[in-house]
């Protein structure tokens, strides 16, 4: 099916001529003041990510190293530990530790 170019010149001006001039302008106005606001959005999100780069990126990376180090070296402290009846493990570095012999008193 083709449509005649002048036919479609033609609907498209007549719909978007439909509303009166005033409702139009108005329209047109708030269309360029939601722009504004878009590229106000914008620099504030630049702005965030600057900050993200600048300074939040540095201090996740040294609590990544500094949680690394932790857990080659950890100590298992007792509020990170979780019992599991045959073994217990450890919520902090994620080691499954398995004890020699009886702990519940039954020896």
């Known amino acids: ?3 005649d170019e002048e ?13 009166d001039k005033n409702e139009r ?9 939601m722009a504004d606001l878009v ?11 600057k ?13 990544t190293e500094l949680r690394a ?3 080659k070296e950890c100590v298992h402290p007792k509020d990170e530990l979780v019992h599991y009846g045959t073994h217990v493990v450890c919520k902090f ?7 020699v012999g009886s702990t519940n008193g039954e020896d």
């Open 69 to 71: 180090e932790m857990t």
């Open 39 to 49: 590229k106000e959005l914008n620099g504030v999100k630049e702005k965030i990510l």
């Open 7 to 19: 036919k479609i010149t033609a609907d498209i001006h007549r719909i978007s001529t439909f509303r």
């Open 93 to 99: 570095c994620e080691a499954k530790i398995t004890l």
């Open 51 to 63: 900050i993200t780069l600048e300074e939040v990126y540095p201090i996740e990376d040294k609590i």
């Open 25 to 33: 302008l108005s329209f047109k106005r708030k269309k360029d003041k």
């Open 1 to 3: 099916m083709h449509i």
